[in-house]
T-cell receptor, first 113, second 117 residues
């Protein structure tokens, strides 16, 4: 199974500042046939289901604000919130969909400092 | 509107069974892979099972293999999770999710149904 490890477990950022979350996979999730990284990011607010933010490591889902961006390839990935808003307080999860089981990271809780 | 609505959760004794359902609407259900994801109280997300569009391929996480079975009825636009031999560690909110056509990320989620064992 591919193990997904996020860091940090939590972070507190001032409004308008940058938040950066890292995600590392135990093996590459880059699919050679299409050169795409099968890595997604989700946002989950309290009491709500997860919401897809980013797929293929760096492609924003329709309707997601452009302050959210994803980067990385192979085994190392980053989710960046360029200017944190109050609405961004949530837990963020990375997930590999390269193969089954489609494992998630443990989550990173983002709060306002 | 694209929508997924789960039902069937509840309180069950260890060793008991439950069948979760997920009603899909607003899209052509039969053309999408579908997934169940669960979340234990205060914990992270865990992928539980995925099924191909026509039901010919099914995948389950090791911890539920032999106890849970994912299935679907495309004529009824419905996804199911049959859960047998339930354990305390199966206590969770169970989400139904649609797999995006481009790959295994999940682009539509239901609100979830709670299972307590």
């Amino acid at each position: 199974d591919i193990v997904m490890t996020q860091s940090p477990d939590s972070l507190a950022v001032s409004l308008g500042e940058r938040a950066t979350i890292n995600c590392k996979s135990s093996q590459s999730v880059l699919y050679s046939s299409d050169n795409k990284n099968y890595l997604a990011w989700y946002q989950q607010k309290p009491g709500q289901p997860p919401k897809l933010l980013i797929y293929w490591a760096s492609t924003r889902e329709s309707g997601v604000p452009d302050r959210f961006s994803g980067s990385g390839s192979g085994t190392d990935f980053t989710l960046t919130i360029s200017s944190l808003q109050a609405a961004d307080v949530a837990v963020y999860y990375c997930q590999q969909n390269y193969n089954t089981p489609k494992t998630f990271g443990q989550g990173t809780k983002v709060e306002i400092k | 509107e694209v929508q997924l609505v789960e039902s069937g959760g509840g309180l069950v004794q260890p060793g008991g069974s439950l069948r979760l359902s997920c009603a899909a609407s607003g899209f052509t259900f039969s053309t999408y892979w579908m997934t169940w994801v669960r979340q234990a109280p205060g914990k992270g997300l865990e992928w539980a099972a995925t099924i191909k569009e026509d039901g010919s391929e099914k995948y389950h996480v090791d911890s539920v293999k032999g106890r849970f079975t994912i299935s679907r009825d495309n004529a009824k636009n419905s996804l199911y999770l049959q859960m047998n031999s339930l354990r305390a560690e199966d206590t969770a909110v169970y989400y139904c999710a649609r797999d995006a056509m481009r790959g295994g990320d999940m682009d539509v989620w239901g609100k979830g149904t709670t299972v307590s064992v």
